[in-house]
């Protein structure tokens, strides 16, 4: 069975967009209005001690573990859990980490991490193929 690269590239493509619009919700569901300040779930559960840290972070989580799965470097994922850690640990400090929540936006900074890794993935790996291609190598 040979492994057809439109449909890597469209599970990718599918799983991106799946994370992309969970990683919103976490973090930007509306915009306060006249600011570029964004509210989410993973503010809204904040607000609720432990618990809603703790339902904020299951979400977070799953961003950080599919990205593990579709592919992105260990460098990413290892930067993508700091700052997932950051965002559980300051996020449940009573007030200021409300307010660090809602300025640091854990889900969409990891979101934007793993889609330049992919990218950048992506290129290097056209990259080769044409260096193969212009070679004399059959592909």
Known sequence: MYINDVNIEANI???LARLAKLARRMDAIF???R??????LDNIFGLIPVIG???AFLPAAYIVYRAHKIGASPGTVTLMSLNLVADLLIGSIPIAGDIFDVLCNANLRN???LENNLNKKA???KLVRTAYVLNGSTA
């Open 111 to 113: 979101y934007r991490l």
């Open 35 to 40: 600011t570029r300040v964004t509210i989410g």
């Open 123 to 125: 290129a290097r790996a």
């Open 31 to 33: 915009t306060i209005p």
């Open 53 to 55: 840290d703790t339902a």
């Open 13 to 15: 493509d599918f799983e």
